[in-house]
């Protein structure tokens, strides 16, 4: 399974390299890349909010919350606040279900996809600067539907990583 998964990212990230390239031999354009908001690159103090869920009749509040926290506290980027007022950033996670097709074009389904989703607020004004999300594979009953969110809610971390990390080397080349 490893070994497939591994063969998927190489193809397609071939893929997308010659994608890239049919794309400049072509001559279209690629489109620079936008400025991140400043407030990720300076933010040192989160609050972390949980928005609802419930997803194919499993109710992972407090898991996807807690494991959250937990990821953001080992990482430890930032200070985690008890309160909104005192936060750079809002990290508001969700669970949630979306329906929609599932099958082959045969035999076409509706299904229900478990997703989980993080959102950085700015707490100042509300608005929503990024948003992650994550498939929740549920497959094989309530227990490894939790192991699923839990590997949701670290990839989330994971991607959060990665744009902060962008976020800085863009705030450190503009000194």
Known sequence: MI?????????????????????????????????????????KRVFISYAGGIVCDINPDDRVYDWLYAELKGWGRYQIVAQPMGADLILEISAMSVVGPVGTLESPTVGNYPRVRLLVIDPQTHVVLWGFNQHADLHGGAFSAYIAFDEAVGKLVNDLKALD???RRKDASDD
Not at 21 to 27: K, M
Not at 31 to 38: F, K, Q, S, T
């Open 3 to 43: 070994k497939h998964r591994i063969f998927a990212c190489l193809f397609s990230a071939l893929a997308a390299c010659s994608f890239v390239s049919d794309l400049s031999a072509q001559g279209l354009k690629v489109a620079p890349r936008a400025p991140l908001p400043a407030q990720i690159a300076s933010a």
């Open 165 to 167: 990390a962008r976020a």
